[in-house]
């Protein structure tokens, strides 16, 4: 399974973003995926996830109204639209898929794409 995120980037407070994560080498639709993010100094955190079907999906309160998570299950892609960027959203940003619902363990994970988001 490989995944790829893209789609970062210098943006200033206010602005918005959206990512991608393209995988490839499993059976896209049943795997739940997810977003966390890494900022320097601190412990990766759970930002979104999304379920296999696309019908549920769950944020961290510290991104709740701000960022939506999507996919497209005919292009193997999942997105996160990031809106109202706020200095501290700034991170590396990784995608993951999951077997399981809710995703309390994801399998596979993907190298980030750098997000920053200046003030």
């Known amino acids: 399974v490989q995944l790829q995120a893209s789609g970062g980037g210098l943006v200033q407070a206010g602005g918005s973003l959206r990512l991608s994560c393209a995988a490839s080498?499993?059976?896209?639709?049943?795997?739940?995926m997810g977003w966390f993010r890494q900022a320097p100094g601190k412990e990766r955190e759970f930002v979104a996830a999304?379920?296999?079907?696309?019908?549920?999906?769950f944020y961290a309160d510290s991104v709740k109204g701000r960022f939506t998570i999507s996919r497209d299950n005919a292009k193997n892609t999942v997105y996160l639209q990031m809106k109202s960027l706020k200095a501290e959203d700034t991170a590396v940003y990784h995608c993951?898929?999951?077997?399981?619902?809710?995703?309390?363990?994801?399998?596979?994970w993907g190298p980030g794409t750098q997000v920053t988001v200046s003030s």
């Open positions: 993951a898929t999951s077997t399981r619902w809710p995703p309390l363990k994801y399998d596979y």
């Open positions: 080498g499993h059976t896209f639709s049943n795997y739940a």
């Open positions: 999304i379920r296999w079907s696309g019908g549920s999906t």
